[in-house]
Nanobody, 124 residues
Framework: QVQLVESGGGLVQAGGSLGLSCAASGLTFSTYTMSWFRQAPGKEREFVSAISSNDDSTKHADSVKGRFTISRDNTRNTVYLQMNSLKPEDTAIYYC?????????????????WGQGTQVTVSS
C-alpha cells in the first residue's frame, strides 16, 4: 500500500520561510518523479514543483521560481520543498504527488499517488 505523508505546514508571516517534507512508503521511491501541488481556497489545484527520478532535475511554476526549492533524499524516501520569501498568495493546502518514470509533468492527472495535504498559511 502506497502512502505519501506530508508534514511541516503551518502559519508564517509574509517574507518568512517554511520547509515541507513528504515521506513515501510502499513504492520504489527512486523510480518515481515527485512533485508538489497546492490548492488555495476557491481555486483549482495547481502545480508547484517537480523533481525527476533519474537525474534530480527540477521544474518550478513561474509563481515560485527563485523562492521555492525542491529536493529529494532517496535514502530516506523523502521529498522536500523549501519555501522562502513567502507571500500571502502562497497560502494553500500543499500536496505531495508521485508519478512513475522520470518526466516532470505538471498535469495532476499524470500522477499515480497523492498525500493528504498540509496547510500553509502566510499572513500579511
Amino acid at each position: 500500500q502506497v502512502q505519501l505523508v506530508e508534514s511541516g505546514g503551518g502559519l508564517v508571516q509574509a517574507g518568512g520561510s517554511l520547509g515541507l517534507s513528504c515521506a513515501a512508503s510502499g513504492l520504489t521511491f527512486s523510480t518515481y518523479t515527485m512533485s508538489w501541488f497546492r490548492q488555495a481556497p476557491g481555486k483549482e489545484r495547481e502545480f508547484v514543483s517537480a523533481i525527476s527520478s533519474n537525474d534530480d532535475s527540477t521544474k518550478h511554476a513561474d509563481s515560485v521560481k527563485g523562492r521555492f526549492t525542491i529536493s529529494r533524499d532517496n535514502t530516506r524516501n523523502t521529498v522536500y520543498l523549501q519555501m522562502n520569501s513567502l507571500k500571502p498568495e502562497d497560502t494553500a493546502i500543499y500536496y505531495c504527488a508521485a508519478r512513475g518514470g522520470y518526466l516532470k509533468d505538471s498535469r495532476e492527472s499524470r500522477y499515480d499517488y497523492w498525500g493528504q495535504g498540509t496547510q500553509v498559511t502566510v499572513s500579511s
